[in-house]
């Protein structure tokens, strides 16, 4: 079992730069597949970029692909997003999902842990 709670959202302006961090709670983190998802009011979910549970590949959703980088620290327990040259677009409750085992899940169904969100809200 993994609980997961993110951090670092907020107001920023376009072009500026944010990082998300979500703390996962429990020993199996590790092998745990991890990703983030955003949702704006009237879309739906859509992934932003998964990461394996080594850290070592990564997959990013071709809107964010250059901008956004994803990470992990396994000894901290804590998945990372690193959002720079932020657009309006951007705006979205972001939400850190995890899968236990699984490569590369792109699905939102194949996952088993969710946070609450973190509310990211980028100004023109």
């Known amino acids: 079992q993994v609980q997961l709670v993110e951090s670092g959202g907020g107001l920023v302006q376009a072009g500026d730069s944010l990082r998300l961090s979500c703390a996962a709670s429990g020993r199996t983190f590790r092998t745990t597949a991890m990703a983030w998802f955003r949702q704006a009011p009237g879309r739906e979910r859509e992934l932003v970029a998964v990461?394996?549970?080594?850290?070592?590949?990564?997959y990013y959703a071709d809107s964010v692909k250059g901008r956004f980088t994803i990470s992990r620290d396994n000894a901290k327990n804590t998945l990372y997003l690193q959002m720079n040259s932020l657009k309006p677009e951007d705006t979205a409750a972001y939400y850190c999902?995890?899968?236990?085992?699984?490569?590369?899940?792109?699905?939102?169904?194949?996952?088993?842990?969710w946070g609450q969100g973190t509310q990211v809200t980028v100004s023109s």
């Open positions: 990461i394996t549970q080594s850290g070592r590949t990564t």
């Open positions: 999902a995890g899968r236990s085992g699984g490569y590369l899940p792109t699905d939102q169904y194949e996952y088993n842990y």
